[in-house]
């Protein structure tokens, strides 16, 4: 299975050209570039290889829902994959499961690949691996109840864990935790929802520096990377790496 490396971008950069610039740099083959809403249109015209991903997608196809994209409307723009649950998304605007279910059912019926976020704070992580499968086990559980519906395969719903201790504070997860949640989460995908060879990737904190000791691991199958994503050596390292992981395989 080849290591998928999946860029977000987040509110950046505040220039089209500066988007455009880091597309380029990103644009390399098992490769997904998330680009702030705004720069989606002018980041899909100039990549080549990678694909194009929306930082998130609502659950109506039309309507009077001021701000939002409906996923049919962003694969109009070219857009295949979308992230949905975000932590950043789920603490700061209090988006739910409930929310977050009704968007995963309207992404894979306008045919968008869903990368789910899941993953737990440290006061349940400071409990030991057993809290926080038992947190992913739960955010799962509501996040796609009845997504049979929706009919998901292995290949169009990713599972991103994102210790959300570990995001943006330069600790990331020990990758020998992240193989033991992976593959919990693989299996409960696998029993509850016949999804069978689902990718599980790992966020939080990743860098050029530690990016081979997640994705070496046959149970880790690629990175979602924030702010390293911003930095044009550091991503172009880190999707070397990657690739470098595909060639063994």
Known sequence: MKKLIVANWK???LRETDAIRLARVS????????PPFVF????????RRAKLGAQDAFWKESGP??????PVQLKRLGVSYALIGHSSRRTELRETDAM???KIRAALRAGLKVILCVGEPWNVRRKGLPAAKSFVRTQLQKDLAGIRTAKPTARNLIVAYEPIWAIGTGRADAPHD????????????AA???????????GGSMTSRNAKSFVQYKEIDGALVGGASLKAEEIRTIISIATQQNGNR
């Open 178 to 189: 992240t193989i033991e949640i992976s593959k919990f989460i693989k299996n409960l995908l």
């Open 100 to 102: 977050i279910n009704k």
């Open 192 to 202: 509850r929802y016949s999804l069978r060879a689902a990718k599980v990737l790992y």
């Open 11 to 13: 509110l950046n950069p």
């Open 65 to 70: 829902y001021t701000g939002e994209a409906s």
């Open 27 to 34: 644009d390399r083959d098992h490769t997904v570039i998330c």
């Open 40 to 47: 989606l249109e002018s980041v899909g015209k100039t990549l």
